[in-house]
């Protein structure tokens, strides 16, 4: 596979001189300043690529261009913002960027309760707790009917942590939950914004009746309008998971599983229709068998992102470590199946110092960098193994 890593433009602490001397080979980046919806220029988009080779790198991956909601769920201003897309992609293609990573899920990106949870060594990582996620669901944003969603376990520890709860602890769950591991992913909320959880119920609104079979429908509309542009630039689609793979808060999410990804691509029986095959993603639902999904859809997979995560009996995860043996088999696979391929790490712990330096959620430098050097280990290594 090729080395990649997620870098977050020109402003990033962690510099292109930095990665080229820890291994990576390939960029993962986007056009972080131009607003969801809105055309990416050729010449924008050349300036970006000009100044990773610069630095003796290559703009491999585009992660992401954002779908607009109102691409989503079907707004009036689809066709309009389905075109924009469509410029964009042909500037990328014009400048020879070829792998695009997006998503399909409705107004939450990737969803997290806890980014500093303490492990034992003294390191931290991104934590997901059941108990705080309903919590919030039920008694910040106070959607309708929502302690439908839970069973009575978890809504025991609801209860639990309603008689300890205190503001700052409830303002800890906004900001991490719709905030903080949202802006810098071109999420729809971002830290400038006075009252996200208002903001946050009113785009929930927008899915009113848009059930996962309307949402399917939306994305193989859209699939369908942009292959003639991937067709003709070669470009390979992606799109990532959801995280966690499962319907949450009242939203239908429909990339959370093995039919799940039969149908997507099936819908669109296109090659450059394809998957992010993120085992971190997938393994936060407890019904994925990582290692089978990366052998059944390594042909239709354009990048991986490497990481995967322990789901508790009680319905939490965590992250797991870069040598669990789940991830040593799915990069195997890759390895063998799809040596090409970019790969980048990804939701690392802080360590080290990183803590201090206030990089985005989930994208530390030392704790990327060691998992870096643990899944290349992993690489070498099936070399060297007969088949
Ligand atoms: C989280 C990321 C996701 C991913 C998007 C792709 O760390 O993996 O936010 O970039 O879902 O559109």
Sequence with gaps: MEKTWRWFGPNDKITLEMLRQIGVEGIVTALHRIPNGEVWSLDEVNRMK?????AGLRWSVVESLPVSESIKYGGEDRDQLIENYKESLRNL???????????????LDWARTDLEYPNPDGTSNLYFNLGEFAYFDIHILGRKDAARDYDEVTLARVDELRKVMTPEGEKRLVDNIIVKTQGFVNGNISENDLDPVQKFRDLLALYDGIDADKLRENMAYFLNAIMPVCREYDINMCVHPDDPPRPILGLPRIVTCDADIRAFLDAVPDPHNGLTFCAGSLSA????????????????????????CNVLPNGDFKESTHLDPRLIDVVRTFERE?????MRVDHAPLMLGDEKMGYNAGYSFHGRMLALGMVSGIMATVHTEKI
């Design 50 to 54: 000009d100044f990773i080779e610069a």
């Design 93 to 107: 293609g014009k400048a020879g960027v070829r792998t695009v990573c997006y998503n399909f899920m409705p107004v």
């Design 285 to 308: 639902g407890a019904h994925n068998d990582i290692p089978a999904l990366a052998r059944k859809y390594a042909s239709r997979t354009h990048f991986v992102h490497a990481r995967i």
């Design 338 to 342: 799809r040596p090409g391929v970019p």
